[in-house]
């Protein structure tokens, strides 16, 4: 579920934003932060995030974003939190780059241990390389997995 709040948002303008993206996905079980205004360019809609989230049983992924402390406050406040390490293809990336971009992200994996994320969309040059990296000798050190799986061993 991708969610963008306008700068302007105030705390109730969160929940009724909230409300209405929940329930269009009821079996999400996250909050990907949107590419255009995403959630951290107002600090009080975001702030109100925390308290949602938790209510619902959710999880959010926020895009990079300096020191990341929209992020780490909802994180304190026990929501599963996350940091997007790459989106690798959302700019139409080839097969052959979409493969470079996970070899990075497995490097990146195998440097900590919560893991990493990527964003990927349902294309064939993405599924073509995947299908192709997953072959390779260096996909046996790591393991594709749902983001619920990252989530929760950060909130562990």
Not at 33 to 42: K, L, N, P, R
Not at 45 to 70: F, K, R
Not at 71 to 85: N, Q, W, Y
Not at 130 to 147: E, H, K, S, T, Y
Request: aromatic share 4%.
């Amino acid at each position: 579920l991708t969610v963008d709040l306008p700068e302007s948002a105030a705390a109730s303008d969160t929940e009724v934003a909230m409300q209405a993206w929940l329930d269009r996905v009821p079996q999400a079980v996250a909050l990907l932060e949107g590419d255009e205004t995403g959630v951290q360019a107002s600090r009080e809609g975001s702030a109100q995030l925390a308290p949602i989230l938790l209510e619902s049983g959710h999880g959010i992924v926020m895009h990079p974003n300096g020191l990341d402390m929209a992020r780490k406050l909802i994180g304190r406040e026990g929501v599963p939190s996350a940091t997007l390490f790459r989106d690798f293809d959302g700019q139409g990336q080839d097969a052959s780059a979409i493969r470079r971009f996970l070899d990075q992200a497995a490097m990146k994996a195998g440097q900590q241990e919560e893991g990493v994320i990527m964003l990927g969309r349902l294309r064939a040059d993405t599924i073509s390389a995947l299908m192709l990296w997953g072959l390779q000798d260096r996909a046996n050190r790591v393991a594709l997995a749902p983001v619920s799986a990252v989530l929760m061993a950060g909130a562990e």
